[in-house]
């Protein structure tokens, strides 16, 4: 007679889903659907599977925690605390409170302390801090942990009375207590109390080096960030990325890339972070063959090619003049917001190619993308290069009527640009006279140049007049009044502009000229290729 099967026989499918890596859930349901074991068994079973999936799969997790009235079977104080964290995970915070209400039901609270810090972290992820602070206070004997998850959820939002008041009442404190606190003070902008509480560290940690260094950077504190690097015992990408970034916002490329230099010999890896720096730093340099070697290290190293590293190569190859690889980075955009499109417009009107330019912007309206100023900056110069002044004024009066963009002093510069290159020299006089800033060199300085263009003295001296008054150092200004002189032969005008000019200069010490340390620089780029 053949053997019966056994009704245990389920449970071995169990054990095999449980013995890989990522156990199925579907898998789970069904073998213990099918099993008629001991109560206490399925619960060990449904624990260990609920505790592997936690981490990886919290949504499998809860589902099988779901599962347990069907079989039946409840959780107990080895179930609750992952559960809680899948929860936490994923922002559950209605699951959650009955989590919790479970919890209360089963005993388990106050005194299960695993269960009772989960439920303290679970409210602080859910930025429920009144439930957190409650459940905190309801502990009969917290330990660190209990605090520490309280603690970082306000130091993730930058709380500092709250978190204050909690690294104080700590019976004890871990690495992450300090930690926290120094993140509390970084996020608050409050970088004296960030570095005092650093300093009176028992020890210290990677961490603890990598959150001041990156709050110093986000202040354009680099040379105080700088300091604080080259103390730090070991130093990780973080801290390393946090540099590199720091040194090309702060309107430092060199410096970037220098760092980046010293990272590859140190035998690190960049990441899309760190390349984000290294992009931005390669386009303030505006070297063409500098932007190609920066976009094919970063093919080469396979780097993650994520909205921010192409929004960053869109801005480097725009400015570098290399308008297919902008187009290319572009392309790869899913979804693009307003900022790698005001990068695309910015590059390409600069460079000339304004009718494209202004393609890509009506491709920008066409999809509902809000423009901002800086984009309006790029429309504007895009219609100057193109020489569609109409087209530009029309742009001009839309800025405010259509978006509410205040016009700045910038936007005045390029119309006054616009107007000059198109010889309507009055009008741009008339603009720059209205000015409610008042007048701007950079306006001032594209008239005196359409002055030039079009041989209009008297405009060229009342505007250069201007311009020794806003800018007495600037070699350029009195050159060009000068050569406007010499170009109507007023022979005698022009040597006085450039006597005038010897007498507000001091004598300038030879020296090599930016173009050629933009050139040695590249060179040191190029022998890391």
Known sequence: MAAQPSRMAPLDGVARALASDHPPPAALHAHLLRSEA?????????????????????????????LMPRLPVSPDHFTLPFALNAAASLRLLPLGASLH?????????????????????????????????????????PDAISFNSLLCAHARNGSVPPAESLFTAMPSR????????VVVYVSSGDLASARRVFDEMPTRDTASWSVLIVGYCKRG??????????????????AWTAMINGYAQTGRPKAALALFRE????????????MVGVISAASQMGSTEMALWVGAYVDRKKIERNEKVLTALVDMHAKCGNVEQALSAFREIAQPDAYPYTALISGL??????????????????????????????????????????????????????????????????????????????????????????????????LLSACKTYDNVEIAEIVANKLFELEPRNTGNYILLSSIYAGKELWEEAERVRSLMKTKLPFKKPGSTWVE?????????????
Request: aromatic share 6%; proline share 6%.
């Open 38 to 66: 001991a109560p206490t068994l399925v619960r060990s079973l449904l624990n260990s599977a609920i505790i592997r999936l936690s981490k990886p799969r919290p949504r499998a997790a809860l589902g099988l925690l779901l």
């Open 101 to 141: 209400a479970v919890a209360v039901r089963l005993g388990l609270l106050p005194l299960r302390l695993p269960v009772a810090n989960a439920l303290v972290d679970l409210y602080a992820k859910c930025e429920d801090f009144r439930a957190a602070h409650a459940a905190l206070a309801d502990i009969p004997a």
């Open 263 to 274: 990272l590859e010999v140190a035998g690190l890896e960049p990441d899309a972070a760190t």
């Open 349 to 446: 009107a600069t460079h000339g190619h304004g009718k494209l330019a202004l393609q890509v912007f009506g491709r920008m309206q066409a999809q509902d993308i809000w423009p901002d100023p800086i984009t309006f900056v790029g429309v504007l110069t895009a219609c100057s290069h193109a020489g569609l002044v109409d087209k530009g004024l029309e742009y001009w009066e839309a800025m405010v009527r259509d978006y509410g963009i205040e016009r700045r002093a910038d936007h005045y510069a390029c119309v006054v640009d616009m107007l000059g290159r198109a010889g309507r020299i009055k009008e741009a006089f008339e603009m720059v006279q209205t000015m409610p800033m008042g007048p701007h060199p950079g306006a001032l300085g594209a």
């Open 221 to 238: 504190l680099v040379q105080c960030a700088h300091e604080l690097f080259d103390k730090m015992p070991a130093k990780n990408l973080v």
């Open 174 to 181: 871990t690495q992450v207590s300090w930690n926290a606190m």
């Open 517 to 529: 340390d933009r050139h040695r620089e590249h060179a040191k780029m190029s022998v890391m290729d």
